[in-house]
């Protein structure tokens, strides 16, 4: 069974880091490209950082660009995003979801782990 | 960057009845169209990809349908089980982007 399971969300003041970390079990993790995906509460969907799975292609979105930092550990199944300079509307859910494999879309996502930004 | 555009912002709907969900993206996007379903506190889950292809455990009464910039979500008959917020989602040069949603309610 494929399981994501995300962690390291917490309370941060505005200005600071946090690290998150994405656990994968059930599938073979180092053939798949991986993704972070944020909602804000009560809003819609937003696509953060994309990775390849051998880390050779790696893609942010705009509004974190600079400030995010994807990586993966094939050895250990794990997805990370580096979060810095953090802002109040990095408030979020973020789910790690798996890169269907010629779908161009997520087909198994992790509950999300919710990160916020206030001081 | 391509913007997604969803229609209705609700739709109200009885159950056994059909509702028609609509995505526009601005710019082609070929079959690059993904649908999710979102229910509270849940996790999205993939319904169609490649516009009209359903995941894998997807029931039959869930069908995508277009190209290019326009495209659709029919559900046939709803079930209890489908009111929730259904999202569409392109993909182009490695990005992602989803539209603002769709919320499926209970007439």
């Known amino acids: 069974e494929v399981q994501l399971v995300e962690s390291g969300g917490g309370l941060v003041k505005p200005g600071g880091s946090l690290r998150l970390s994405c656990a994968a079990s059930g599938f073979t993790f180092s053939s798949y490209s991986m993704n972070w995906v944020r909602q804000a509460p009560g809003k819609g969907l937003e696509w953060v950082s994309s990775i390849s799975s051998s880390s050779s292609y790696i893609y942010y979105a705009d509004s974190v660009k600079g400030r995010f930092t994807i990586s993966r550990d094939n050895a250990k199944n794990s997805l990370y995003l580096q979060m810095n300079s953090l802002r109040a509307e990095d408030t979020a859910v973020y789910y790690c979801?798996?890169?269907?494999?010629?779908?161009?879309?997520?087909?198994?996502w992790g509950q999300g782990t919710l990160v916020t930004v206030s001081s | 960057e391509i913007v997604m555009t969803q229609s209705p912002a609700t739709l109200s709907v009885s159950p056994g009845e059909r509702a028609t969900l609509s995505c526009r993206a601005s710019q082609s996007v070929s079959s690059n169209l993904a649908w999710y379903q979102q229910k509270p506190g849940q996790a999205p889950r993939l319904l169609i990809y490649g516009a009209s292809t359903r995941a894998t455990g997807i029931p039959a009464r869930f069908s995508g349908s277009g190209s290019g910039t326009e495209f659709t979500l029919t559900i046939s008959s709803l079930q209890s089980e489908d009111f929730a917020v259904y999202y569409c989602?392109?993909?182009?040069?490695?990005?992602?982007?989803f539209g603002q949603g769709t919320k499926v309610e209970i007439k």
């Open positions: 979801a798996r890169d269907l494999v010629g779908g161009n879309s997520g087909d198994y």
């Open positions: 989602q392109q993909y182009n040069n490695w990005t992602w982007t």
